[in-house]
């Protein structure tokens, strides 16, 4: 067939389309057009359509106006709940016809909408990008909802499936988009953010570990034992090091361990033990001073580790202790030392120690707290709230004592 004759065979089709919507509603009425109307719009995968043909069926059925509107409250009482409900069910067919072309992009406002990410998470999943991925650059305008950085957008950034979109992140944009993405635009707290930073670390540990074992290879002619961990790689291998040597983009090691601090996965904490280790060994060039409690980043680092893995708790904490006091606050009255000590008396199960420093660095600090827990949060893990009454009465804040005595009548009995 022609060209010609299949244009002509399709204006005859959309033709047809139209006239039967014409003999429809003059032999069997609206009800029946609505339905022929949406039947068509779905063999013809015009889904967008088809949600709003679906609506206009129910708000025919119920004597509305079919134009409808976006408002809920425009909807009489009494068949509110009814058209809530439907919308809901037409919402998930909707995503769901677009879950099945694939559009997984174009399906997320659906389920958005009703607040039900299952479905997309699950797609996205095991969505992987398409084997011409490579031709695309990162700084062009892309207009695909399912390309990368579609679905990115709504797995992370929208918060469909956040883990799957940050695993995507590191995988297709490498580690330093990932460790800015941790550091600077990370909005998510609890198992998500375990999650994203146990993938992170996981990844630079295993680029580390690669580079080491070729370096071994390709010097002592010899593949090392295939179990060995970084911490075995390095160990006599003092080589390794000489002449300036590194075998990993030092940012991004020193990011990591940043990261794993804030971390509880005990495997990654020891991959992070281990990286520590490593960085001890560089050169004097490759060594890093921060401000203070963390002036020799790597051993700094290295104790507190230890200790959030339950190793040397003890002589951790007397540690910070003396750097705290060296330090103090600085210019602007700030006290990170303390937060951080703070912080680590909370993470190896002393809250009650962690509030008395809180109680005397850090309650009167002028600035927001970066890594220290609240006071809220520490007397709950104390499962005592009398410090932080007795500071919201000397601030004379109400909404703080309130909350506090709530909370405390709603938790056990003080511990002894």
Known sequence: MSTAENQKAESTANADRF??????????????TIELLAKTLESEK?????????????RHELGLALEGNDSIRDIPEEHRQEVEDYYVEVCRIIGGHLLAEGKIGSAWPYFRAIDDPSAIAEAISSWEPPEDWGEYKEDEEETDEDDLDGIIEVAFNQGAHPVRGYELILSHYGTCRAITTFEHQFPYQGE????????????LYGELLDSLRNDIETTENKEPPKDADVGTLISEREWLFESLGYHIDISHLQSCVRAAATLEDQETIGKAIQMCDYGRRLGRDYQVTERPPFEDFYNDYRI???????EGIDGAIRYYT???????????????????????????????DAIAVYIEHLKDAPG??????????????????????ETAREKDDLLQFGLGLVKRAASPEPKS
């Open 304 to 310: 507190m580790l230890r200790a959030l893995s339950g």
């Open 19 to 32: 006239q039967s919507l014409i003999e429809t509603l003059d032999e069997s009425g609206v009800q029946a």
């Open 368 to 389: 927001p707290l970066s890594v220290c827990p609240s006071l809220l949060q520490l007397s709950a893990l104390a499962e005592d709230y009398s410090q932080l009454l």
């Open 322 to 352: 003396s750097k705290m006091e060296r330090a103090g606050p600085d210019e602007d009255g700030n006290n990170f030392p303390a937060e951080v000590l703070t912080f680590l008396l909370a993470q190896v199960g002393k809250p009650e």
């Open 46 to 58: 015009k889904f967008p359509q088809l949600f709003e043909a679906l609506l206009m069926k129910k």
């Open 192 to 203: 998500t953010r375990e999650a994203c930073g146990k993938l992170l670390i996981d990844q």
